[in-house]
């Protein structure tokens, strides 16, 4: 099982430029999860989604919208980019309430 | 890799020792708690579990302690070595579907 993948791993934009990350899981989990995390501020929630078909805001999700397009995937996109959203993002999934969400790589995104 | 956070509280433990790092979480209502391990250029990486009902939970080489009574989080690494070497969360369950609020992290460093 290759557990949470992300792609791309690295990616630079130019402020204003759009894009999307990918996410899949391999594990069968109806969770999934994007955090961001910058120095100093940890990890930080964007978006969620609890069970294919929904999603919902998490603590940070100004600037960017999310699609659960099956119950493997969950992508997150940047519409137009803005320096702000430089930073480490992460993938997760997880089982629907106990246990622990499982984390992907991570995206290291710069916006110039 | 790139660093996950700037001045973090740093224990430096020398190899074979045993590390204690601590952690006080917001909530009381919180039901839910999990410690994770992130090496440099990686993802979070789960380690432990405790629900709010247990005071104590062990693993390999690990230990979780829950006091909920100061809202304080513990994990106890045995026999600490290089491979340790990372930045360790806290995360609380403050809700439904699974939603976790991390800490900032401590730094860990193992001295040969």
């Known amino acids: 099982n290759a557990g949470v993948t992300q792609t791309p791993k690295f990616q630079v934009l130019k402020t204003g430029q759009s894009m999307t990350l990918q996410c899949a899981q391999d594990?069968?989990?109806?969770?999934m999860y994007w955090y961001r995390q910058d120095p100093g501020m940890g990890l930080r929630l964007i978006y969620y989604?609890?069970?294919?078909?929904?999603?919902d805001k998490g603590e940070v999700p100004n600037g960017y919208n999310v699609s659960r397009l099956n119950k493997r995937e969950f992508s997150l996109r940047l519409e137009s980019a803005a320096p702000s959203q430089t930073s480490v993002y992460f993938c997760?999934?997880?089982?629907?309430?106990?246990?622990?969400?499982?984390f992907g790589p991570g995206t290291r995104l710069t916006v110039l | 890799g790139e660093s996950v956070g700037l001045h973090l509280p740093t224990l430096s433990v020398q190899e074979g020792d045993n590390s204690i790092i601590n952690c006080a979480y917001s909530?009381?209502?919180?039901?839910?708690f999990i410690w994770y391990k992130q090496e440099s250029g990686k993802g979070p990486q789960f380690i432990i579990d405790?629900?709010?009902?247990?005071d104590k939970r062990q693993g390999q080489r690990v230990t979780v302690l829950l006091n909920k009574t100061v809202k304080h989080l513990s994990l106890q690494i045995a026999a600490t070595q290089p491979g340790d070497s990372a930045v360790y969360f806290c995360?609380?369950?403050?809700?439904?579907?699974?939603?976790?609020?991390f800490g900032k992290g401590n730094q860990v460093v193992v001295i040969p």
């Open positions: 989604s609890a069970s294919e078909g929904t999603t």
């Open positions: 594990m069968n989990h109806n969770s």
């Open positions: 405790i629900r709010s009902n247990m």
């Open positions: 997760a999934s997880s089982e629907v309430f106990w246990g622990g969400q499982f």
């Open positions: 909530n009381s209502a919180s039901d839910y």
């Open positions: 995360a609380e369950n403050k809700g439904g579907n699974n939603r976790l609020a």
